[in-house]
């Protein structure tokens, strides 16, 4: 009975432990996965064009439920430097942010960008209280036009 309860607290926190490291691996594919299948959405040469509602829409269907998403509008359609795109403060929330040019013809190919930014906060006490807020994962997809 003592060397259970000796070995059980740690045994449990690796075993919650490993939890958690699944659900940041898989939070960090679902947020590049969506990411990926917003700038794929951006990219084809449709009539009519793509729209940032469309793109930010693909966003939010290849995530599903689960994920609270907003979009970045402080610098969504700016160009990425300095504060943007705007960092989550709230835990298991994030923002979606967009570059320019999605849906303009400019008469040659060119970049697109969506990138998500995403405030993990992990399960185990132990491991929360050692990340502070949470961790931020961002994912970003640039890809070229076809219009």
């Given at each position: 009975?003592?060397?259970?309860?000796?070995?059980?607290?740690?045994?449990?926190?690796?075993?919650?432990?490993?939890?958690?490291?699944?659900?940041?691996?898989?939070?960090?594919?679902?947020?590049?996965?969506?990411?990926?299948?917003?700038a794929?959405?951006?990219?084809?040469?449709?009539?009519?064009?793509?729209?940032?509602?469309?793109?930010?829409?693909?966003?939010?269907?290849?995530?599903?439920?689960?994920?609270?998403?907003?979009?970045?509008?402080?610098c969504?359609?700016?160009?990425?430097?300095?504060?943007?795109?705007?960092?989550?403060?709230?835990?298991?929330?994030?923002?979606?942010?967009?570059?320019?040019?999605?849906?303009?013809?400019?008469?040659?190919?060119?970049?697109?960008?969506?990138?998500?930014?995403?405030?993990?906060q992990?399960?185990?006490?132990?491991?929360?209280?050692?990340?502070?807020?949470?961790?931020?994962?961002?994912?970003?997809?640039?890809?070229?036009?076809?219009?």
């Amino acid at each position: 009975m003592v060397e259970f309860a000796v070995l059980a607290p740690v045994f449990f926190l690796l075993l919650l432990g490993t939890i958690d490291l699944g659900r940041a691996v898989y939070t960090y594919n679902a947020i590049s996965n969506a990411a990926r299948e917003g700038a794929r959405a951006a990219v084809p040469y449709d009539s009519p064009l793509p729209t940032t509602t469309s793109v930010v829409a693909a966003v939010q269907s290849k995530l599903g439920g689960g994920f609270t998403l907003t979009l970045d509008t402080l610098c969504a359609g700016l160009p990425a430097g300095g504060s943007c795109p705007t960092v989550p403060t709230v835990p298991n929330t994030g923002y979606i942010w967009y570059g320019p040019g999605i849906g303009q013809v400019t008469g040659s190919p060119h970049p697109v960008s969506v990138k998500i930014t995403f405030l993990f906060q992990p399960w185990v006490p132990v491991v929360r209280d050692a990340s502070g807020n949470g961790v931020t994962f961002s994912a970003q997809t640039t890809m070229e036009t076809e219009y």
